[in-house]
Nanobody, 124 residues
Framework: VQLQASGGGLVQPGGSLRLSCAAS????????IGWFRQAPGREREVVSC???????YYADSVKGRFTISRDNAKNTVYLQMNSLKPEDTAVYYC???????????????????WGQGTLVTVSS
């Protein structure tokens, strides 16, 4: 089970980025995927998750600005981030686990498999 997050970079406040979480060695279709982030000096926090039934959930801090989605044909989950703020600056990670997780519990689940992070910097 391998996950690879990509798409990070430097963006000005108010800008947009789309992160990708690509899977290898397994199919994402039937998995719950979570996006997390960790800013310097802070604890890791959940950002969003998507269940196998494509139900989506978001942390309050990103609700209305971020959108999680999946493309089964590309075996990839995306995190579209709009209206970015300096406080969104962090390393972003995607994660999954073998059993599917349904409902808003996917925001609080202890995922077993993590990809390498991708750095998002929001600064003018």
């Amino acid at each position: 089970v391998q996950l690879q997050a990509s798409g990070g970079g430097l963006v000005q406040p108010g800008g947009s980025l789309r992160l990708s979480c690509a899977a290898s060695g397994f199919t994402l279709n039937y998995k719950t995927i979570g996006w997390f982030r960790q800013a310097p000096g802070r604890e890791r926090e959940v950002v969003s998750c998507i269940t196998p039934s494509d139900a989506t959930y978001y942390a309050d801090s990103v609700k209305g600005r971020f959108t999680i989605s999946r493309d089964n044909a590309k075996n990839t989950v995306y995190l579209q981030m709009n209206s970015l703020k300096p406080e969104d600056t962090a390393v972003y990670y995607c994660a999954t686990d073998r059993p599917p997780i349904y409902g808003s519990g996917c925001l609080n689940y202890e995922y077993a498999y993590w990809g390498q992070g991708t750095l998002v910097t929001v600064s003018s």
